[in-house]
């Protein structure tokens, strides 16, 4: 499939469906998305990956899944995603690799990710929990992803 068919399917997919149609994702394979160095992401109730769907593990369904439940919370893709880069920008999207880490969207989705009961047990605005204050400092502290993904697990843990 060419880039601009690809392309073309997100956009319709933003306008097409709601995030309440959808209770788990649905796995796309697909050339171009997400962009190299990406293993998957999601979009509009789907969990686009370069990669055959056998090799996508159930953390990172759990994960993209998370992201379907935030988008829920708002009632529309679009809600979602301006809010989603708004909160990206706000971290320093444009100058600093810890924008996207640090947002509060990422760190519901990275910190529960493992666990696989926090789906069903998720309530409406429950992402508002994962805000962090002085969280370009906190992931400097941490002195990487890795190391900022374990902090944000054990910090979230009983969450």
């Not at 690809?6 to 796995?27: C, H, N, Q, T």
């Not at 969990?47 to 369904?61: A, C, F, M, Q």
Request: aromatic share 20%.
């Amino acid at each position: 499939m060419s880039f601009f068919k690809e392309l073309w399917f997100m956009v319709k997919a933003l306008f097409k469906s709601k995030p309440s149609e959808k209770d788990f994702v649905e796995i796309k394979q697909m050339e171009h998305f997400p962009f190299k160095g990406y293993l998957a992401m999601s979009w509009c109730g789907y969990l686009l990956t370069r990669y055959s769907p056998d090799n996508i593990d159930n953390e990172t369904v759990n994960h993209e899944t998370i992201h379907l439940m935030q988008a829920k919370d708002e009632g529309s893709w679009l809600k979602f995603y301006l809010k989603y880069l708004w909160e990206w920008v706000k971290g320093g999207a444009f100058f600093v690799s810890s924008s996207y880490y640090t947002m509060k969207y990422e760190v519901e989705a990275y910190a529960k990710e493992d666990d696989e009961t926090y789906l069903f047990r998720r309530k409406k605005g429950d992402v508002e929990k994962f805000k962090m204050n002085d969280r370009r400092k906190t992931f400097k502290e941490c002195g990487s992803s890795y190391w900022f993904k374990a902090y944000i697990k054990n910090l979230f843990k009983d969450i």
